[in-house]
């Protein structure tokens, strides 16, 4: 007998999700998948993280061609289905290729709502709904300039957080009094617009789009009353609409979306609907998980294994932009007698909470600035389950999870929902720890990709892995080392209590008393660093490089880099450098790649002499300190410059020289987006463009290459400067040691570093600026200090032991000239 033919039409995120679904019931469909798009389905709520720069294409597929092959899927990339003959069962193609089927699919999606607009044709007007879409707009973005955003809903917002972070000056222009106002009432929209402001994002509320202006190409929106905002690009994010165009050659009944029942079935028999492309009791869904539960009814539907039908969703949203969480879910807006609303709001800390109630029943939630509750709160919506009279107490409350109660997973279903924006269900992740022996949440998001989009689901996740695995869950170590088993956290607090000032003290009372190589240069910052510069030194906790600053090479003999701010000098010191080189037989004056220059083979004696003749400040090129700011000559020299480079360099190196850090702190400073001095790999890096400054960290250019994250996009000189400084404390006190930034922003977070830093409190911010003056008024040069007065008598000789004094007595002379 042969198989039955199937036919997709649609190779996203709802018709592959119930395609897998159909294959596990029933893996003997003739499969053909055409898909208008020449990729394999990937998620499209992470294109925003695409276009942020935050994730590749690679990283945000869903099925891989190795998916497609397993399962003997013919897929058709890059052919668009253009006609449907109903009677005769044929699907035919763009191509002019005709495709038989026994069943249909229809997996259309949605196409973006384009408003009349006059000047909508013209060269720099784009959507954003897919990765071509996508792609269009990062090419342009490296002309930089000004980009409108005209839609302040999820995809305006994500569209606008992403154009930031390529450097583009953003505007958002909305139509209503509000931001997201279909999720989110007058209050949540007013805290969510101070949060999206603070990005560095200008919001026009209440702006209706009249005309697009140009020649050929746009360069400026004008509203409704004459105003004009000149730009470089316009994004249009006014909503989608279902893809109806093919279900209507089919012939099939259409209001807004394709028409289905509760088992998806449309007007024809052999043909059915999943996704943004139809309409079920009057509602269409534009978000992801109502998608889902749709193909997991069609899926029983059309391999025979009729069940309960599909009811509709609740509807969440969650706004994926870091620095700005956003939860929203349920009936937000409604009102009556029935309806009570609990609300909690703080200005000072940007955190916003609504609960909506109905008959003693939560049916509705707003969530900004603290999103931690989201998943109880959903729970309780879908449940409709009575929330008792101190419901108020599930705006503070943290609940324990229950046997049966809503934080409890492992009460759910296992064909329940875990992760909405992939789609996998609770069995799915029970499956895979099992079957694949996982002990770890990074495993099963590698094997599931469970909790890889939004991240709302990673408490679930957790939640799951710990009841399968229990005492098994692999922790990561974080212990500082076997010397002092405590982490770095725990050990900087009690330094703080104890008043602890050296590390002898601290290996006595809570390590073995003696400590390693490791674990002593480590304590010794961390003393320094919850001190400020108040403690006791003690130089043998020190590696050899910081006992005498300066870098020891292989032959015993030492390197010299005095500091040269920003890449300049002077004649005068060129003159000395040149003097000392010869005086002190230098073996070769090197040009460093950090703009500076190197002194090598400097006996150790000769080290406080070279230093006092050279009259020059350390450029700590040996220690885990801040060691430069690389720059180009920006505004100064540079035809292109937009920013003055150079002075903004020197600055930004003379507020920071001198301090220690988990790990040694390169950074740059370019003044255009060219990065001549490649300030996007580097720790922390400024770079300029007409209008203002991105503030980039965690860039890496030696044995692992990192482009730097974007903590910040700023207009003033001053707030780049401070960004930078709340970066640089933050790690200070947050590193590990030896912790690379870049290692630090993946472990910590980007979103985290945000949100305690660039968008932190004022009162906050400020603390940090604060600890951070405090410890550099402790600085001192130590080539000026030391030079003169050495810490010990021995500090620059070295140690000879008395057999190695004799046998240096007993040696030949050597001959003369040698």
């Known amino acids: 007998m042969d198989a039955t033919r199937l036919v997709v039409v649609g190779n996203g995120m709802a018709g592959m999700s119930c395609l897998d679904r159909i294959l596990q019931y029933q893996p003997g469909f003739a499969v053909t998948v055409l898909s208008e798009e020449p990729h394999c389905n990937y998620n499209r709520i992470l294109l925003s993280s695409v276009l942020a720069g935050e994730k590749t294409l690679e990283e945000i597929y869903i099925n891989t061609p190795e998916w497609y092959d397993q399962n003997r899927i013919d897929l058709r990339l890059g052919v668009k289905a253009v006609d449907v003959d109903a009677a005769g069962r044929t699907v035919t193609a763009a191509t002019g290729e005709t495709i038989p089927y026994d069943k249909l699919l229809l997996a259309t999606g949605s196409v973006p709502f384009i408003p009349p607009i006059e000047g909508i044709n013209l060269d720099g007007v784009f959507v954003f709904r897919n990765l071509a879409d996508v792609q269009a707009l990062l090419e342009r973005c490296r002309q930089r300039g000004h980009a409108v955003v005209i839609g302040g809903g999820l995809l305006g917002l994500e569209a606008a957080r992403g154009l930031l972070n390529q450097g583009m000056k953003v505007t958002v222009v909305h139509l209503t009094d509000r931001l997201m106002d279909v999720q989110l009432d007058v209050a949540g929209g007013a805290f969510l617009q101070r949060t999206i402001e603070r990005l560095g994002i200008d919001v026009r509320l209440n702006h209706k789009t009249t005309k697009l202006l140009g020649d050929r190409r746009v360069d400026g929106v004008m509203f409704e009353g004459g105003s004009i905002l000149p730009c470089d690009l316009v994004v249009i994010a006014c909503g989608i609409r279902p893809s109806v165009e093919l279900a209507r050659r089919a012939g099939l009944q259409i209001n807004r979306g394709i028409v289905v029942n509760d088992h998806l079935e449309t007007s024809d028999p052999n043909i059915f609907a999943v996704g943004e492309c139809v309409e079920h009791r009057g509602k269409v869904y534009g978000l992801v998980a109502p998608l889902y539960d749709q193909g997991k009814v069609l899926a029983a539907t059309i391999t025979g294994h009729k069940g309960p039908g599909y009811e509709g969703s609740t509807l969440a949203a969650k706004l994926k932009i870091i620095g700005v969480d956003v939860f929203s879910a349920g009936e937000v807006q409604v009102t009556g007698p029935e309806c009570e609303v609990a609300a909690y709001q703080d200005e000072g800390t940007g955190v916003y909470q609504k609960l909506v109630f109905r008959r003693n029943r939560l049916v509705g939630t707003i969530l900004v600035g603290d999103v931690g509750r989201a998943n109880r709160l959903l729970e309780l919506i879908r449940r409709q389950e009575p929330v008792g009279e101190q419901r108020y107490r599930l705006l503070f409350d943290t609940a324990e999870a229950k046997l049966g109660a809503a934080e409890d997973v492992m009460s759910r279903a296992d064909e329940e929902m875990i992760c909405g924006c992939v789609g996998v269900t609770k069995g799915r992740i029970i499956e895979a720890i099992r079957g694949q022996g996982l002990k770890s949440l990074a495993g099963v998001k590698t094997c599931t990709k469970a909790s890889t989009g939004c991240g709302t689901c990673t408490q679930l996740v957790e939640g799951i892995l710990r009841a399968v695995v229990g005492d098994q869950v692999e922790e990561k170590k974080n212990h500082l080392c076997a010397c002092v088993p405590f982490p770095k956290a725990q050990l900087r607090t009690m330094i703080q209590t104890q008043r ?64 040269m701010p920003g890449g300049v000098t002077s004649a005068e010191q060129l003159r000395k450098i040149a003097d000392a080189a010869d005086k002190y037989q230098v073996r070769m004056v090197k040009v460093t790649g950090s703009q500076r220059l190197d002194l090598l083979g400097v006996k150790k004696e000769d080290l406080p002499k070279i230093w006092a003749d050279l009259g020059m400040r350390s450029g700590h090129a040996y220690t885990k300190a801040v060691r430069m700011v690389k720059s180009c000559v920006g505004t100064d020299f540079c035809r292109y410059g937009t920013q003055n480079s150079i002075t903004t360099g020197i600055k930004l190196e003379e507020l920071l020289e001198g301090l220690y850090t988990p790990a040694k702190v390169k950074m740059g400073v370019v003044g255009c987006p060219r990065n001549c001095a490649e300030a996007t790999v580097k720790d922390i890096g400024l770079v300029g463009f007409e209008g203002g400054w991105q503030v980039v960290i965690g860039g890496a250019a030696g044995k692992r290459v990192r482009a730097a994250d974007i903590l910040a996009t700023v207009p003033t000189t001053e707030e780049a400067l401070e960004a930078a400084l709340l970066f640089f404390q933050y790690y200070r006190e947050r590193g590990e040691y030896p912790e690379r930034t870049y290692d630090f922003v993946e472990r910590v977070g980007l979103e985290t570093i945000r949100r305690e830093t660039v968008l932190a409190s004022p009162e906050k911010k400020q603390a940090l600026l604060d600890r951070l003056a405090k410890a550099k008024t402790k600085t001192v040069n130590p080539w000026d200090t030391e030079s003169k007065q050495p810490v010990h008598p021995m500090q620059f000789t070295d140690f000879v032991l008395p057999k190695d004094a004799e046998a240096l007595r007993n040696q030949p002379a050597a001959p003369a000239g040698g």
């Open 500 to 563: 602890l000032k050296s590390v002898q003290d601290i290996l006595d009372i809570y390590g073995n008393g003696a400590g390693c190589g490791f674990c002593k240069p480590a304590l010794s910052f961390l003393v320094d660093e919850v001190w400020l510069g108040e403690h006791h030194e003690d130089r043998s906790a020190r590696f050899i490089n910081d006992r005498v600053h300066a870098n020891i090479q292989n032959d015993g003999t030492f390197s010299v880099v005095p500091r």
